[in-house]
Antibody
Framework: EVQLVESGGDLVQPGGSLRLSCAAS????????MNWVRQAPGKGLEWISY????????KYADSVKGRFTISRDNAKNSLYLQMNSLRDEDTAVYYC????????????????WGQGTLVTVSS | EIVLTQSPATLSLSPGERATLSCRAS??????LAWYQQKPGQAPRLLIY???NRATGIPARFSGSGSGTDFTLTISSLEPEDFALYYC??????????FGGGTKVEIK
């Protein structure tokens, strides 16, 4: 069974930093690309970052480019999101998402999601 | 950036009725469109990928159609658990990967 478990969400002041983690299990993590998607309170879904299986390809939404860094450790089956220079508008639930494991390797359709971790940016 | 416009914003229907949700893209996305369901307090769940393929474990009452710029998610007969928010998402031209604004299916 595919499982994705995010952690690291917290209350942080504007300008602060936070590192989110996503622990993956139930599939061969090292062979799949991964994504981070966020959802501000009461709002829709926003894709923010993609990383290929080997970390050779990394993409960001313009809203986070230059402030957030996605990374992964395939030996630890873990995905990370380093968030710097946080702003009020970064307040959201952050989800890690995988492809539809076992059906397609397409990394840009979100087949499995974690339960999310809440990041609140406020003074 | 490809903009996805979902309509209607809210759909008020009764259990057993047919639901038809629309997603229109600002430019062609071929068939690279997915649909997700989200219930309050839960993560989204993939329903349909590549316009018409049901994801693992998704009931047959959910179907997707369309290509290019116009797409439809149809729920043939609404079950009580189907009242939720639905989002479309394109993967044709990215970054960024984009989502529509959502359609809420509510009980009439």
């Amino acid at each position: 069974e595919v499982q994705l478990v995010e952690s690291g969400g917290d209350l942080v002041q504007p300008g602060g930093s936070l590192r989110l983690s996503c622990a993956a299990s139930g599939f061969t993590f090292s062979t799949y690309s991964m994504n981070w998607v966020r959802q501000a309170p009461g709002k829709g879904l926003e894709w923010i970052s993609y990383i290929s299986s080997s970390s050779s390809a990394i993409k960001y939404a313009d809203s986070v480019k230059g402030r957030f860094t996605i990374s992964r450790d395939n030996a630890k089956n873990s995905l990370y999101l380093q968030m710097n220079s946080l702003r009020d508008e970064d307040t959201a639930v952050y989800y890690c998402a995988s492809p539809l494991v076992g059906v397609t390797t397409v990394g840009t359709t979100f087949g499995y999601w974690g339960q999310g971790t809440l990041v609140t940016v406020s003074s | 950036e490809i903009v996805l416009t979902q309509s209607p914003a809210t759909l008020s229907l009764s259990p057993g009725e047919r639901a038809t949700l629309s997603c229109r893209a600002s430019q062609s996305v071929s068939n690279y469109l997915a649909w997700y369901q989200q219930k309050p307090g839960q993560a989204p769940r993939l329903l349909i990928y590549d316009a018409s393929n049901r994801a693992t474990g998704i009931p047959a009452r959910f179907s997707g159609s369309g290509s290019g710029t116009d797409f439809t998610l149809t729920i043939s007969s609404l079950e009580p658990e189907d009242f939720a928010l639905y989002y479309c998402q394109q993967r044709s031209n990215w970054p960024p990967l984009t989502f529509g604004g959502g359609t809420k299916v509510e009980i009439k």
